[in-house]
């Protein structure tokens, strides 16, 4: 399988910053190899258009967030119940500038960027992800079109104060603890399943996550090309 290699990372790096910093319009491939102390062309060795140098940056902030997620799951699988891994998904997000960008479809920072080249794959993840949470009983089974609302929920702890400046500034600590406690209340049983389950649960959903982050792994990181 693909590995990184030192210098896409320094590339990506690059990128990252100059993106945060001028939005993604304004940077060019030129910026991005300067920043890196590298040629122009060196950059195209990695990725031919700097459309997927871009993809590639944001799904290794993907891959990152997940990761501290499935680290957190599998510490504690107490956080696998939905209310725990909004609230957790929440701070992880918003200590992430192009993370939070995409949730809330920051076109002046991501320009065109809001489509992830793995949104197909994406899609089936996140149906297993949600077939999984009712198997194990952590949703309750009577709430109507659970994937929209429970999305369209987490959206609205992001963009709320966005879109209605007259709403009440919270800290992002207070924002996660009212958005879990909106999760718990809206979307879980009473009571929910035992230890043994939450265990098995947040055992077989950390395996599905490093899955994806397997997936976004071979698509940021084409064959070196140093290798051929």
Do not use: C
Request: glycine share 6%; net charge negative.
């Amino acid at each position: 399988m693909p590995q990184p290699t030192e210098r896409a990372n320094r590339i990506l790096d690059a990128a990252g910053e100059l993106m945060i910093r001028l939005g993604y319009r304004k940077v060019t491939i030129e910026d991005i190899a300067r920043q890196a102390g590298i040629g122009k062309g060196t950059v195209y060795l990695h990725w031919r258009t700097k459309e997927r140098l871009f993809e590639a940056l944001i799904l290794r902030e993907s891959i990152e967030l997940i990761a501290e997620l499935v680290d957190g799951m599998r510490r504690d699988p107490e956080e696998v119940r939905p209310h725990r891994f909004a609230r957790s998904s929440f701070l992880a997000t918003q200590r992430r500038p192009l993370m939070r960008a995409l949730v809330v479809g920051d076109t002046e920072l991501l320009g065109s960027l809001q489509q992830s080249p793995t949104r197909s794959q994406g899609k089936v993840f996140s149906d297993r992800y949600f077939a999984l949470i009712t198997e194990y009983g952590l949703v309750r089974e009577d709430v109507p079109h659970l994937v929209f609302s429970m999305n369209a929920t987490i959206t609205g702890f992001f963009v709320a104060a966005s879109i209605n400046p007259d709403l009440e500034e919270l800290a992002d600590q207070d924002k996660a603890e009212a958005l879990a406690d909106t999760v718990h209340r809206a979307f879980e049983p009473e009571g929910g399943p035992d230890h043994v389950s939450l265990t098995a649960a947040a055992a077989e959903i950390s395996a599905l996550f490093d899955e994806v982050n397997a997936s976004y792994r071979e698509w940021i990181y084409p064959p070196d090309p140093e290798r051929g």
